[in-house]
Nanobody
Framework: QVQLVESGGRLVQAGDSLRLSCAAS????????MGWFRQAPGKAREFVAS????????LYADSVKGRCTISRDNAKYLVYLQMNNLKPADTAAYYC?????????????????WGRGTQVTVSS
């Protein structure tokens, strides 16, 4: 298991950019698939992006494709989510997650490690 702490969330205006960070601690960080999820008030948690252990495979939700980039620095135990052209619909608590599966199912994510989240608010 790894411990995860997100940071970087804040209030921004529509069209702005923001980079979220996820700091990991624990063993074997470089072996985990890492992901970002978000949950808006009154809505279910949704997948945003994921990145494989070596950074070669990235996946994105259609809602953020072309506007977000996930990356990782295994030497520093960090995962990033760069978000550009932010929209009010991006307002949510953003969570970092780790899974030992190469291509995690939702169950695999749910049984992995999670951070406590960082709030992103986009004003119109």
């Amino acid at each position: 298991q790894v411990q995860l702490v997100e940071s970087g969330g804040r209030l921004v205006q529509a069209g702005d950019s923001l980079r979220l960070s996820c700091a990991a601690s624990g063993r074997s960080f470089s072996s985990y698939t890492m992901g970002w999820f978000r949950q808006a008030p009154g809505k279910a948690r949704e997948f945003v992006a994921s990145i494989s252990w070596n950074g070669q495979i990235t996946l994105y939700a259609d809602s953020v494709k072309g506007r977000c980039t996930i990356s990782r620095d295994n030497a520093k135990y960090l995962v990033y989510l760069q978000m550009n052209n932010l929209k009010p619909a991006d307002t949510a608590a953003y969570y970092c997650a780790a899974s030992g599966a190469l291509r995690p199912s939702q169950v695999a994510w749910d049984t992995g490690s999670w951070g406590r989240g960082t709030q992103v608010t986009v004003s119109s």
